[in-house]
């Protein structure tokens, strides 16, 4: 089992930028793919990135060019790099291998508005 501690999330203007990490209680090194999640209120939990073998990355067309996803086996972590960012993109973000296979972490609250 691993568990998951999301940060970095806040509140920005439009077209901001939010650095978001997940610190994991072991080792990342096996987990692949990892992924970031979100869920806005009143809508269901959905993958805007994921990290393969390999370091390829699949994007949600609604971040693509916008969102980097990255990740320091050193460091059990994984980050996504939020630029350009918009009012849709509020909401709670998630990490979770992808497909989902562990207990879901806190999450971290990003909020678009100016």
């Known amino acids: 089992q691993v568990q998951f501690v999301e940060s970095g999330g806040g509140l920005v203007q439009p077209g901001g930028s939010l650095r978001l990490s997940c610190a994991a209680s072991?080792?990342?090194?096996?987990?692949?793919?990892m992924g970031w999640y979100r869920q806005a209120p009143g809508n269901q939990r959905e993958l805007v990135a994921a990290?393969?073998?390999?370091?390829?990355?699949n994007y949600a067309d609604s971040v693509k060019g916008r969102f980097t996803i990255s990740r320091d086996n050193a460091k059990n972590t994984v980050y996504l790099q939020m630029n350009s960012l918009k009012p849709e993109d509020t909401a709670v973000y998630y990490c979770n291998a992808d497909p989902p296979q562990y207990y879901w972490g806190q999450g971290t609250q990003v909020t678009v508005s100016s």
């Open positions: 072991r080792s990342l090194f096996t987990i692949y793919p």
């Open positions: 990290l393969t073998s390999g370091d390829r990355t």
